[in-house]
């Protein structure tokens, strides 16, 4: 691998260049490391035809800084890349980084697709990402920009009253209705409601829309009730084909109701293999534990 100290005069930034915005904290932090230690990890850079200068490629995080410490050499790796490769590395370079926001990854994810004419395989196969993947960050594009603009990275940790990537794709269900929307997104804030919690009151509204203001009111963990169109524990009333039907549920009976909703509103289409087979397993043993009581409840009723 051929390194060049090159001065920072020859090298252009990239206007395609994924990322967008820069903290100018965390780079002031970067620059005072470089002048303490040097630059240790080269960037990468390309030659423009008939001129001494340099498209950057990847490493404009070091190359801002650089130019913050004032340097006036920046070491380089020159190597001839095409325009689809150079927005392939940038991109993977950048989504390697935690601090890249989601809808900055969707637009460039977007750009690649669009420039290259790619399928959503396709560039899920070229950046080494998961479809499913590809098609979440993608769905970013089709919120309010205010929305998308607020949704973070959060990997495995609470979000805190943020709106996260799993929050914004049940929000993308209420496009339709932008003020109900954006009164989720203020409960989202507000209550530090999670994803799955979200899910659910998105899902109620979804099922019963005539009670869209009885479920903003509503606590989450009442919302359930709204899942199936009406109370569960009535239509389990209703539905007794018995001359004697009992007046109340009682307390077993009310909580073998109250898991209905949960299992009819369950989405399972974006699952992966793994987690159907882990939820295949849980079905399992739901079935042998309910044949299992059922089977006791018939012989203590004497059938």
Wanted: aromatic share 2%.
């Amino acid at each position: 691998m051929d390194i060049q100290l090159l001065a920072l005069s020859q090298i252009l930034e990239d206007a395609d260049q994924p990322r967008k915005q820069h903290s100018e904290e965390s780079l002031r932090g970067l620059a005072d490391s470089i002048r303490q230690h040097g630059l240790l990890n080269p960037i990468t850079i390309s030659p423009l035809s008939g001129t001494d200068q340099y498209r950057l490629v990847t490493g404009e995080r070091r190359w801002r800084a650089a130019q913050m410490a004032n340097l006036e050499l920046i070491p380089c790796i020159v190597k001839q890349v095409a325009d689809d490769e150079r927005l392939t590395e940038q991109l993977i370079e950048n989504m390697q980084r935690e601090d890249l926001q989601p809808l900055e990854k969707a637009r460039a994810i977007e750009h690649i697709r669009t420039t290259l004419n790619l399928t959503n395989r396709e560039t899920a196969k070229r950046l080494g990402l998961a479809e499913r993947s590809i098609g979440y960050l993608l769905d970013l594009l089709n919120l309010p920009e205010a929305i998308g603009e607020a949704v973070i990275s959060s990997p495995n940790r609470a979000s805190d009253g943020q709106i996260t990537e799993k929050h914004a794709r049940y929000l993308k269900q209420l496009n339709s209705e932008p003020e109900l929307q954006s009164a989720v997104v203020d409960r989202i804030r507000d209550q530090k409601l999670s994803s799955d919690d979200t899910g659910n009151l998105v899902k109620a509204l979804k099922k019963q829309p005539a009670k869209s203001k009885e479920i903003m009111d509503s606590p989450t963990d009442h919302l359930v009730k709204f899942f199936q169109g009406s109370d569960p524990a009535g239509d389990f009333l209703d539905n007794l084909d018995v001359e004697d039907a009992p007046v109340r549920i009682l307390p077993h009976a009310q909580r073998i109701i109250d898991i209905l909703p949960i299992l009819n509103g369950m989405e399972i289409g974006a699952l992966s293999r793994n987690d159907l087979k882990q939820l295949e397993d849980a079905l399992t043993s739901l079935r042998v534990t309910a044949e299992g009581l059922l089977k006791r409840v018939k012989q203590n009723l004497g059938e």
